[in-house]
């Protein structure tokens, strides 16, 4: 599954490890992610989350300091749970990267064209926090670098000759991939998906040694 499908199932049904601490924890980040998801997270305040979570304040403070801080463990359990499920794509095809690859593309067509996409958590939460300096930024810029590092160490067990380089352009097809969807919506889902399969394949062929 890709980071768009978590953000949206994630945190309806959490697995340890997903989320913070306690139930109560677990019911706040609930209700924050399907908010920041579909409405934009500086759109949502802390007392919408608090509403929709049936907590009082007292209670949604004593987990989160801030609303950054929930902010910040939203983005961290989707990006472990992106984890989780790259870790089971490729122990269901250990000999096969290129399969890992091409399952991850033909799931973000379908996902990027699906009723309820809003795009990439991460690109929306560094559109919303301009800061590089600030802890939302860290934890979007930290889960950019495992996404480029993920692709790399798939693309050089396929035997490219410069496998970073071709990772850096996989992500940045894999972005476009996602504006296409959101514009053209689920109709487009089979064109976004072969589109991105094709421009994928064009980028390994390119990186192929001579």
């Not at 924890?25 to 998801?37: Q, T």
């Not at 910040?72 to 794509?89: G, M, P, S």
């Not at 996409?117 to 690109?123: D, E, T």
Request: glycine share 10%; aromatic share 6%.
């Amino acid at each position: 599954m890709t980071t768009t499908g978590l953000a949206r199932q994630l945190l309806a049904d959490p697995t340890p490890g997903d989320v913070p601490g306690s139930p109560v924890a677990a019911r706040i980040l609930r209700a924050a992610a399907g908010l920041f998801y579909a409405d934009g997270i500086r759109a949502v305040s802390a007392d919408r989350v608090i509403a929709a979570a049936e907590v009082s304040k007292v209670t949604f403070y004593r987990h989160f300091a801030t609303k950054d801080a929930l902010v910040v463990a939203y983005l961290t359990a989707v990006a472990a749970a992106e984890r989780a499920a790259l870790a089971a794509a490729e122990a269901a095809h250990p000999d096969d990267p290129g399969a890992v690859l091409r399952g991850y593309a033909d799931v973000l067509g379908r996902e990027s064209c699906a009723p309820g996409f809003r795009g990439c958590p991460f690109i929306n939460a560094a559109a919303e926090y301009a800061d590089p300096a600030h802890p939302v930024r860290g934890v979007v810029a930290e889960h950019r670098r495992w996404m480029v590092g993920a692709a790399a160490a798939l693309l050089g067990r396929l035997g490219l000759t410069d496998p970073d380089a071709a990772a850096e352009e996989l992500v940045i097809l894999r972005d476009g991939a996602m504006v296409a969807g959101y514009v053209g919506g689920e109709e487009r889902a089979r064109a976004v998906a072969a589109a991105l399969q094709h421009a994928g394949a064009a980028v390994v062929a390119a990186h192929r040694p001579a």
